[in-house]
């Protein structure tokens, strides 16, 4: 079965500064990728995601993200982040394949408060 | 579209009580899934289905029950609630074919067992 892994659980930044989240899976197949977030009392929504093709993926509101296939890692990145990027910030892998009901794997969540 | 929308917002529970809560989706999507977010842990499936009159356990189904009777509503049992039950829940639908494995959310039932 696969995991995930998000090494920071909480990071604090001034605004401007540059931000990178970790997130490393364990699988050996073929994944689809994707970094959700959760801004305070919301709901979870899509920031980006990856299929195939271009590594580098860009998502909404200036984020970023990097799969390394052979680091097993998909972190994400925003050059200057904004004091409404406080929110919590979740990876998910999908292994494609034996993944009958194409279930969605989560990472515990990165919590992010940008100082203004 | 409303999307995902779960019914109640918001619960308290005495231990042993049941409850059900409800999912529904107007995106005509054939696969729904019940997570519970806890803190550090992210979400963590319970159940899925993969169309109507299916379903499926998923990483954390013990004390769960779940049934898809129509295709826009998924619904989520406990019938003998426990503190340990204590959690937010949410609800997620998805197409099952094209390129997108996007999963949609609903805005989540905060649910408290005492």
């Known amino acids: 079965a696969q995991s995930v892994s998000q090494h920071n659980h909480h990071v604090i930044l001034s605004e401007a500064a540059s931000l990178e989240l970790g997130c490393n899976y364990s699988?050996?197949?073929?994944?689809?990728l994707f970094w959700y977030v959760q801004y305070p009392g919301q709901h979870l929504q899509l920031l980006l995601k990856?299929?195939?093709?271009?590594?580098l993926v860009k998502g909404i509101k200036g984020f970023e993200a990097e799969f390394i296939k052979s680091k097993f890692s998909f972190n994400l990145r925003k050059p200057s982040v904004q004091w409404s990027d406080t929110a919590e910030y979740f990876c998910?892998?999908?292994?494609?394949?034996?993944?009958?009901?194409?279930?969605?794997?989560f990472g515990g969540g990165t919590r992010l408060m940008v100082k203004p | 579209n409303a999307g995902v929308t779960q019914t109640p917002k918001f619960r308290v529970l005495k231990t042993g009580q049941s409850m059900t809560l409800l999912c529904a989706q107007d995106?005509?999507?054939?696969?729904m899934y019940w997570y519970r977010q806890d803190p550090g842990m992210g979400l963590r499936l319970i159940h899925y289905?993969?169309?109507?009159?299916?379903?499926a356990k998923g990483e954390v189904p013990d004390g769960y029950n779940v049934s898809r009777l129509k295709k826009q509503n998924f619904l989520l049992g406990l019938e003998s609630a426990a503190p340990s039950q204590t959690s937010v829940y949410f609800c997620a639908s998805r197409l099952t074919s094209g390129s997108s494995y996007e999963q949609y959310f609903g805005p989540g039932t905060r649910l408290t067992v005492t």
């Open positions: 699988y050996g197949g073929t994944v689809n």
């Open positions: 289905s993969v169309g109507e009159g299916t379903t």
């Open positions: 998910a892998v999908n292994a494609r394949g034996n993944n009958a009901g194409n279930m969605l794997t």
């Open positions: 995106m005509n999507h054939e696969y």
């Open positions: 990856y299929f195939s093709g271009d590594p």
